[in-house]
């Protein structure tokens, strides 16, 4: 699970982009921390790189595949 000191400096949203699950290898849509739904491992990604691929950490077969999905977006301007 992701941590935080200060609730202050982060926004919420309800945006779709975070209901949105990727595929090991595709292409990060934007940068951030992104969760994998299976395992809760995180990974900070930058937009425009490949997702890390399914061999990025050993799953047993219960916790299933790797999936992807946004769990914090990182801001270079006005928000989204």
């Known amino acids: 699970m992701a941590l935080y000191k200060n609730?202050?400096?982060?926004?919420?949203s309800?945006?779709?982009q975070?209901?949105?699950?990727?595929?090991p290898g595709a292409k990060v849509p934007h940068?951030?921390?992104y969760l994998c739904t299976n395992c809760r491992d995180e990974v900070a990604c930058n937009a425009g790189d490949p997702f890390p691929p399914q061999n990025h950490r050993q799953h047993?077969?219960?916790?299933?595949?790797?999936r992807w999905k946004l769990l914090v977006q990182t801001q270079n301007g006005p928000p989204n």
């Open 7 to 12: 609730g202050n400096e982060l926004s919420h």
């Open 14 to 16: 309800t945006s779709a």
């Open 18 to 23: 975070f209901d949105a699950v990727h595929l």
């Open 31 to 33: 940068s951030g921390i």
């Open 60 to 66: 047993s077969t219960t916790k299933g595949d790797i």
